[in-house]
């Protein structure tokens, strides 16, 4: 069985651009969660889709928005780029909206803001 | 706000030996549940053992353990009979049934975890 895939795995991406990360759930999974996780700190929380619909937000602006697809995967959109956009994206799915049914990660996508 | 206190930044442990990891957590719900993530240098997040606040019964998963002191809102990870592979960055993260957080993991600034052969 596939794990969670992300894509791209790497970017590089200039200030005041514009990018679309995309996650993969394993299948029969309907909840995506966004995650940011800056160079030596833990992952801090974005987004939670569940059923097509935006079920939690975290504390960051509204230049990220993201949404989630009726195959359940998601993309999740950050414009004009600023380099503490810079970090690594993690997407984890789980069956239910309930994370603590296990959520699996997938290995992320790197992004760097020049 | 939930807040998730990791204080050992980097450990070390000698293979075969057994080393603890601290984590504690602030939060005035009642209903969660407790996870220890590990993150290789592959960046993947991987699920190591998962308590649920409920119970009383510490969790244990093969060669790792831990003891939760609800009380003192304290979730340590014993790592019994180190491994090389057992190298890696450890989160600890609290996930809550209620209030704003509800459905998501609040990360620790995690814990460098090296193993000498």
Request: glycine fraction near 6%; hydrophobic fraction near 30%.
């Amino acid at each position: 069985d596939a794990g969670v895939t992300q894509s791209p795995t790497h970017l590089i991406k200039t200030r005041g651009q514009q990018v679309t990360l995309r996650c993969s759930p394993i299948s029969g999974h309907k909840s995506v969660s966004w995650y940011q996780q800056v160079l030596g700190q833990g992952p801090q929380f974005i987004f939670q889709y569940y059923e097509k619909e935006e079920r939690g937000r975290g504390n960051f602006p509204d230049r990220f928005s993201a949404r989630q697809f009726p195959n359940y995967s998601s993309e999740l959109n950050v414009n004009a780029l600023l380099l503490g956009d810079s970090a690594l994206y993690l997407c984890a799915s789980s069956f239910r909206r309930e994370v603590w049914t296990e959520a699996f990660f997938g290995q992320g996508t790197r992004l760097t803001v020049v | 706000a939930q807040t998730v206190t990791q204080s050992q930044p980097e450990m070390s442990v000698q293979e075969a030996e057994t080393v603890t990891l601290s984590c504690t957590y602030d939060t005035s719900e009642s209903d969660y549940y407790l996870f220890w993530y590990k993150q290789p240098p592959s960046r993947q997040m991987i699920l190591v053992i998962r308590q649920e606040a409920y119970k009383q019964q510490n969790a244990t998963e093969n060669r790792f353990s831990v003891n939760f002191q609800k009380a003192a809102k304290s979730f340590s990870l014993k790592i019994s009979d180190s491994q090389l592979g057992d190298a890696a960055m450890y989160f600890c993260a609290p996930a809550y049934a209620g209030g704003t957080s509800y459905g998501k993991l609040t990360f620790g600034q995690g814990t460098i975890l090296t193993v000498h052969p």
